[in-house]
């Protein structure tokens, strides 16, 4: 249990932000979709493929969104000289 404290400890650290509900953060590292023991408890944690797929839309958009407002089409970045 330790561990998965410590994980969910890191994750937060990392991304600025503490989970009021700690199996939201688990569920997130969780991989393999396997029982764990949590908070002292047997919890299933589902497989994080639902977190995944929206995580990479939510990437895909922002880098998007950053290239289209700093490039032309051809990669080439904008320049104030003509």
């Avoid at 289209?68 to 051809?74: K, M, P």
Wanted: glycine share 4%; with cysteine.
């Amino acid at each position: 249990m330790a561990k998965i404290q410590t994980q969910i400890t890191v994750c937060e650290q990392k991304i600025g932000h503490i989970f009021s509900n700690k199996l939201i953060c688990l569920e997130a590292l969780q991989a393999s979709g396997h029982p764990l023991i949590y908070d002292r408890l047997f919890q299933a944690v589902n497989k994080n493929d639902r977190l995944a797929a929206l995580g990479d839309a939510v990437l895909k958009l922002v880098l998007r969104k950053k290239w289209f407002q700093t490039t032309h089409s051809n990669g080439k970045e904008f320049s104030d000289q003509s």
